[in-house]
């Protein structure tokens, strides 16, 4: 407030009076020569000692108050401060501090009036120490910008955004101690620790902070600075090296008493970060049920295709799509590529030149449910293979593999302190694992060396491997992908799997919610050549019907179909029609229908009528006729060379073996291609 534009609010008979009372004759002036000499004998410190002198204790206190909380007030807390809330009292006050308290109509109009004390004044009027260095005389001479700012850091969503109006939000939010605890909250630990620093003296240099808490808080000090106007300094210069440094006073009374209230620092409970949430999610993801299904299904596919084996193992991009069609979580390719790096660690697949096979014990060893959860979850624990971040192994170094593998330690390590059942928000969650951990916090400061952030990773590693494997369950799940501060929907709790596997106990939870193998289970071959397959079938007859029927659709029930070409591999992996027919008679809840039982026979009796021998570069036939019937399509001729014998033809130079084979087949034969 200025001193001129107040003293142009006051009546010409006022000044008069005022000029009188600084030795001024007003006789023959004018309004404007009255106000030009107040404003220059008005400020006068012996003047206004002279002032405060006369005025009554409560009239001295009101003024001297008034001039701590930087000398202006909005008029309506002025009368709850001064007035015990009734108007006319405060006006009658203000008529008896003429010339020193100003009621000012012109800065934000007639709705929002404000009761001040004018700047050329208010230097001269006597603090006391106790008063010295409260949040509006701090706020008073910081930008506009830079105050809208801090209310939207503290979480203030204000309609008025005039300075003032800002200015008195933050002070009554950072004073009230409910929205100050919310606000510490959301300071790293290192900010929460500078605070703890200057309760007890309220003061402190570089420095000091730099011998009690490192170099690194010291730059957290300075970021402070610059974006939190809670500090000053006498000599208001803030960042001189050696300044002393002071935390707003009537604040640092706020923080005390937060501290007081959780045993002497700012710093809550572990406990207490932990928020949880009453409230059911509404759609809520997990895959408790669902690991072995998809482990199994897995294995069956590769039994049934036998996919090309990479240079550093793993499978291509396209197999891997291929049997994600088939699993519960479809939308994530890292779930299957998670699940194949599981299996080959644990050489459930195994490999055989350039292609994976499945291990012979797979079968018996998935079916042991409780071994193969823990078995996954010591792999997530312990890898060096497995990249949260990225599902493609090679942009995996070494480096980042061990920080990653440090990581899912830490994660594991918090897990443990949380409640089964219990939903809890991730943000507190992250809160919580970065006070809890020095190398989760280190990390979420300096991630650049892993590509990715602290918060990024985590929800990664939450909604990823530890919901695959069923350690939790996600509730709300796209509001995982919101940032932190707006994430608050995004829930998670430790199923009673979960817990066993985090505590290394329990082994019984590791088999609830699973379909528990049952030996007498059957599935039914149908007459259209389908077999349903039960979800508690054995493992190992699974994989084998994997090998005789070709997978279509994988729910309650497998589906799987029979067909000449499936029929064909299972003769080439070595099975016998006999062995395929007593296999599906034996463990078939419907008998083997009249149809299929032809169709195993038929193929029985047709494979292997056609040998592809690449090793010495020819073909064989079982009879004459069959080689003369070759001979006489042109997509198989072109292939063959010479006849050396009527049941025998050589291979041309150019024909490749494998094209050869698939032609065969294409036309309705059942060739067998000799790998020796």
């Known amino acids: 407030m200025k001193l001129r534009t107040a003293l142009t609010q006051y009546p010409f008979d006022t000044l008069c009076q005022l000029a009188r009372d600084v030795g001024i004759d007003p006789s023959g002036s004018n309004k404007t020569f009255l106000a030009d000499e107040l404003c220059r004998l008005l400020p006068d410190s012996e003047h206004i000692a002279k002032r405060l002198a006369a005025l009554s204790p409560e009239q001295r206190a009101m003024v001297q108050t008034l001039a701590a909380e930087g000398g202006e007030l909005l008029e309506a807390e002025a009368v709850e401060k001064f007035a015990n809330g009734f108007l006319p009292r405060l006006h009658a006050q203000l008529s008896d501090l003429t010339g020193l308290v100003f009621r000012d109509v012109h800065t934000l109009g007639d709705s929002d009036v404000l009761i001040g004390i004018p700047e050329s004044l208010l230097k001269s009027i006597p603090i006391p120490d106790a008063n010295q260095g409260r949040l509006l005389v701090i706020l008073k001479p910081v930008s506009v910008g830079l105050l ?201 697949v195994i490999p055989q030149g350039t292609v994976w096979h499945t291990a012979v014990d797979a079968g018996t060893r998935v079916g042991q449910i409780i071994d193969i959860r823990k078995a996954c979850f010591k792999f997530w624990l312990h890898s060096e293979r497995w990249n949260e971040w990225s599902s493609d192994r090679t942009k995996a170094t070494s480096a980042r593999m061990q920080v990653l593998k440090n990581i899912r330690s830490e994660i594991v390590r918090s897990l443990r302190h949380c409640a089964t059942d219990t939903w809890m928000t991730y943000p507190s969650y992250y809160q919580f694992l970065t006070r809890l951990s020095e190398p989760f916090r280190h990390f979420a400061k300096d991630p650049a060396h892993t590509g990715t952030t602290a918060d990024e990773l985590l929800r990664r ?140 026979v038929e193929c029985d009796e047709k494979y292997g009528e056609i040998e592809i021998i690449p090793a010495i570069g020819c073909v064989k036939t079982t009879t004459c006729e069959l080689l003369d019937e070759l001979y006489a399509q042109p997509r198989i001729a072109q292939a063959l060379g010479d006849r050396i014998s009527p049941t025998t033809a050589t291979l041309n130079n150019e024909a490749d073996p494998e094209s050869l084979n698939q032609t065969l087949q294409q036309q309705g034969y059942l060739p067998h291609l000799s790998k020796k």
């Open 148 to 348: 809208r700012a801090f209310a939207d850091q503290i979480g203030l969503r204000l309609s008025d955004t005039r300075k003032p109006i800002v200015s008195n939000a933050i002070r009554d939010a950072l004073l009230d101690i409910k929205t100050l605890h919310a606000y510490l909250n959301t300071l790293s630990e290192d900010r929460r620790a500078i605070l703890d620093l200057f309760l007890p003296d309220n003061a402190l240099t570089r420095r000091e902070i730099a011998d009690k808490l490192g170099d690194s808080a010291v730059r957290e000090l300075e970021d402070m600075l610059w974006k939190m106007p809670i500090f000053y300094a006498p000599n208001r210069d803030l960042h001189a090296p050696n300044a002393a440094i002071y935390l707003a006073s009537d604040l640092c009374a706020a923080l005390s008493q937060i501290a007081q209230s959780q045993g002497g620092q700012l710093e809550s409970s572990l406990d207490a970060l932990l928020e949880t949430s009453d409230t059911t999610p509404a759609a809520i993801r997990e895959n408790t049920a669902f690991l072995i299904r998809d482990l199994t299904t897995l294995l069956g596919i590769i039994t049934q295709r036998l996919p090309r084996r990479l240079k550093h193992g793993g499978m291509s991009k396209t197999d891997l799509r291929d049997a994600n069609k088939y699993c519960h979580i479809q939308n994530d390719p890292g779930y299957i590529e998670f699940l194949t790096l599981f299996a080959e660690t644990m050489k459930l």
């Open 461 to 600: 590693t939450i909604t990823g491997a530890l919901t695959y494997m069923g350690v939790v369950r996600v509730g709300n799940f796209p509001d995982f992908s919101a940032p932190l501060q707006h994430s608050k929907q995004a829930v998670f709790q430790i199923t009673p799997a979960g817990y066993a596997l985090l505590h290394d106990t329990h082994d019984d939870a590791l088999s609830e919610q699973i379909p528990l193998q049952n030996s007498d289970a059957k599935f039914v071959v149908q007459p259209n050549f389908e077999v349903l397959s039960p979800p508690d079938l054995p493992c190992a007859h699974y994989l084998k019907l994997c090998v005789i029927g070709d997978l279509k659709t994988q729910d309650v029930m497998a589906c799987f179909h029979l067909s000449r070409d499936s029929l064909r591999r299972a003769l080439a992996r070595g099975l016998s029609g006999d062995e395929i027919c007593a296999f599906l008679t034996q463990h078939s809840a419907s008998g083997l229908p009249d149809m299929v039982d032809t169709l195993i």
